[in-house]
């Protein structure tokens, strides 16, 4: 069995949960919920064990190198961090509604990486500015950031779905937790991929350094994860050094989302030292 078909079962697994959660939470079935944790925990077991034959893989080709460094690879990784992520949120506030949100996340990385003509799933050799003991370090910090951004961002799409009932009076939302709940998820969510980006790239930069005798090069990918980095900077200052709560908060976790998303994505379609990353 190979790591793509096993990676491919996940991805229907992930699809699978995220059904699972939505239903629960439209037909206020506790049961379905229950499967939907269920069926996440099988998708994160088997992206993870995707992963591990990848590696093994790439070893028995001669590569030798840990499967995160290219667009599908890391697609996959993301996955396996946002579900790693959400599955303990799950289990620390005991609501399952919130995988209706988070959950989706996972399934459309697995789903892109597998079905864009875009992105091969090829094992290939790395190229030289890859090759480096930082390498790892790197793309497990960014990648854990990046997880705590996208969990942030489903609780604050939640936090403007329950403002709509912030009272209770709909079933279905009632089963949402109260704003300053998902306020403070919010908040803790960001607090954490905060630190994994910060120390993402300060790592990079040591390794651009390796790379390329320089720490910053004004790349477009280091250019638009420093303007990640500032505006979730923006929303921790503005939280802990101005009071800011609530809708104020959930906009700039939807901003950062948002500008991530570039970051991880829409750089590749530029000129620069990390035009590899869209192989």
Known sequence: MSSSLILSVATFLYGLAAVLYIGG?????????????????????GNLAGILMRWAESYAMGHGRAPLTNLYESLVFFALCVTALYLYVEYRYRNRTIGAFASPLAFLAMAYASLSPNISDRIQPLIPALKSNWLIAHVITCFLGYAGFAVAFGVSVMYFVKKRDPENKSGRLSRIPDLNVLDELTHQTVMFGFLFLSIGIITGAVWANSAWGSY????????????????????????????????????????????????????????????????
Request: hydrophobic letters at 55%.
């Open 25 to 45: 939470w439209v037909f206020k079935k506790e049961t379905i919920g229950k499967a939907g944790t269920a069926v996440t925990a099988a998708a994160l077991v």
């Open 216 to 279: 910053w090069s004004w790349d477009p990918k280091e250019t638009w994860s420093l303007i990640t980095w500032f505006i979730y900077a923006t929303l921790l200052h503005a939280r802990l050094m101005r009071g800011w709560h609530g809708k104020r908060i959930a906009i700039i976790s939807v901003v950062g989302f948002l500008a991530m998303l570039f970051t991880y994505f829409g750089v590749n379609l530029l000129p620069g030292l990390h035009s590899y990353a869209q192989q």
